[in-house]
């Protein structure tokens, strides 16, 4: 994974993890689509999951509609049962799901999560970790639509306050409730060094 530091570029790539299904409330659709389209409108690069339907298809959408660069990775299984999004700027086919995710996040200096279920729940986890061990140092914004992921920031506070992180870990990510904070949050995302390693792992008194 060392190589993810070495790929990214500026904040103009970013990475966006959502989901794919077509019976959650088409609210969220409506995230995914501004979201694509205020990226593509700021001059970003949006890599994502390369699928057509649901919040995938959305955040496509509205990007392609701004005018914007929309890359997908897909892995080959998917492909073949025509889940990817046909009219991509660039639509990349890899083997399985796990050089999906690291592509996806090698292809970016920014992670946004959307709402979704488990696969983009690890997608933010494995983000998370990484960022954690300093292989990925880029920002990571959680758009907490309608509250959504409030009982998962519950646990990230639990966690800390457990002793499982470092409070320091909590500048990991930040938080907004629409996607027009999304940019302002990348830019204003603290900085991560590679060296925050050194409190990677959470210790008790010498």
Request: net charge negative.
């Amino acid at each position: 994974m060392s190589s993810l530091v070495a790929r990214q570029a500026s904040h103009h790539s970013v990475c966006v993890y959502c989901a794919s299904s077509r019976a959650c409330d088409p609210a969220y659709h409506a995230v995914a689509r501004r979201l694509g389209g205020l990226l593509a409108g700021a001059g970003c690069t949006v890599v994502y999951g390369g699928g057509r339907s649901g919040s995938m298809g959305a955040l496509a959408e509205g990007a392609l509609a701004a005018g914007g660069r929309i890359v997908g990775v897909i892995p080959r299984f998917m492909q073949e049962l025509e889940w990817g999004h046909g009219g991509l700027t660039e639509l990349h086919v890899v083997e399985d799901m796990r050089t999906r995710k690291h592509e996806m996040l090698a292809r970016a200096s920014a992670v946004v999560a959307l709402a979704g279920g488990s696969g983009t729940f690890e997608e933010l986890f494995e983000a998370m970790t990484l960022k954690r061990l300093g292989l990925f140092t880029g920002p990571i914004v959680i758009v907490n639509t309608g509250g959504y992921y409030d009982p998962l920031l519950e646990q990230f506070r639990r966690a800390i306050e457990g002793r499982f992180m470092d409070e320091r870990h909590g500048a990991m990510w930040q938080v907004v409730a629409e996607p027009d904070e999304v940019i302002a949050a990348l830019e204003a995302s603290a900085g991560w060094e590679a060296g925050h390693i050194e409190f990677a792992v959470v210790r008790g008194p010498a």
